[in-house]
């Protein structure tokens, strides 16, 4: 496996393998490897001759006073996990090279940037969108990776593939959770120990939201008052937003039908966190 740091090596090795006709799979991450990562990795490396994981925690991405200094960084565990499971490149460029002085270029996808998450973190999706252009340019992968954890980010992505014409598949995978149901996140780390307890109350409220459908409601408000209540049933938990919207083009929806994604953020102290299912009626 090898470490690169600088774009324009990087580029060359892609080259190389590019001209002997090998498949290139990227998964793109901000490192800090857990299980949810991993299972993108896996799946890269059984479907792809030359896989490449970005690590790269994108300033552009974090608004102003989140969690872009605190955000957990372990890069020598990562390249050892990166290792064991067969990755032939990682790529772990500095923010200097990534954004270098003058740096003025970025991708917006319009209206879906500003729902959801984009309500609370308005540059959040532009910063995303464009690193994620930026290392469609830099590996030119075939494939290229997503978790079905951030949904939000893999429909942006997709829509962006589309209208920009870009020449990368994209593959969404299920989100992997712990034990006790709490989607796994490098932020769960920012957990004590009640908070980590109690935010296992996130996904039993997506349950509980699917058992009311499986029961025969259709009535968003209805679902979105029932989770509301039950996340509020344990202390610290803010929540940012519980919604119900299209899966395609994130638009809300007073009824369900067809393929919905119930998304929602919810802050425990300084910590967000987000999760979701989707749903087809
Ligand atoms: P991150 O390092 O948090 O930016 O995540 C890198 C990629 O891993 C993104 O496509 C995420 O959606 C995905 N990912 C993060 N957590 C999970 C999870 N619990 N299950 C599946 N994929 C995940």
Wanted: aromatic residues 6%; positive net charge.
């Amino acid at each position: 496996m090898q470490l690169i740091k600088s774009i324009n090596s990087v580029k060359k090795q892609i080259r190389k393998a590019k001209k002997t006709g090998k498949s290139i799979g990227l998964v793109p991450t901000m490192g800090y490897f857990h299980e949810g990562h991993l299972s993108l990795i896996r799946k890269a490396v059984k479907e792809c001759d030359v896989v490449v994981i970005s690590i790269f925690v994108n300033p552009a991405q974090f608004g102003p006073g989140e969690d872009y200094l605190r955000y957990p960084r372990e890069l020598s565990r990562d390249l050892h996990l990166a290792e064991e499971e067969s990755v032939n490149i990682v790529f772990a460029p500095s923010a200097k090279s990534m954004y270098p002085n003058g740096y003025q270029a970025y991708v917006n996808v319009e209206k879906m940037s500003k729902v959801l998450c984009g309500i609370s973190r308005p540059s959040h999706f532009r910063g995303v969108v464009s690193v994620v252009a930026k290392l469609f340019n830099i590996i030119e992968p075939d494939i290229a990776y997503f978790g079905g954890k951030d949904a939000q980010q893999a429909i942006i992505v997709d829509r962006m593939v589309k209208d920009l014409n870009m020449n990368v598949k994209l593959k969404v995978l299920p989100i992997i959770r712990e034990k006790d149901g709490l989607a796994m996140s490098s932020r769960n780390t920012y957990l004590n120990k009640m908070d980590r307890k109690n935010a296992a109350n996130l996904y039993k409220s997506l349950k509980g939201a699917k058992r009311l459908i499986n029961s025969g409601t259709r009535d968003t408000n209805r679902i979105i008052h029932t989770m509301r209540k039950m996340i509020k049933s344990v202390p610290h938990a803010q929540i940012d937003y519980i919604s119900v919207v299209d899966a395609k083009g994130l638009k809300p929806v007073k009824r369900l039908k067809g393929k919905i994604l119930i998304a929602l953020a919810v802050y425990f102290g300084k910590t967000r966190l987000i999760d979701n299912i989707i749903v087809r009626l």
